[in-house]
């Protein structure tokens, strides 16, 4: 199953849900949700926000669902 669907289905949303929160036409999240065209980076970011995990576990370069900790750069 898709990541994007298995992550929406989880949370009882529907596809027009989703496409509200990215600011886009139900059909256009229907194409990514599919892999009928490439998510661009800026919707991934927010999806993976909104669902709070990583964008590598959208695009299966993880199974890890809990995102990244943040790390503090020391000077």
Request: no cysteine; glycine share 0%.
């Amino acid at each position: 199953m898709n990541r994007l669907k298995e992550l929406r289905e989880d949370r009882d949303l529907h596809q027009k849900d989703i496409a509200k929160v990215l600011e886009i036409d139900q059909s256009n999240y229907s194409k990514y949700e599919l892999e009928k065209i490439n998510i661009p980076l800026e919707y991934l970011n927010k999806l993976a926000d909104f669902y709070n995990t990583s964008a590598d576990y959208i695009l299966y370069r993880t199974d890890e669902r809990k995102p990244y900790k943040k790390s503090i750069m020391k000077k």
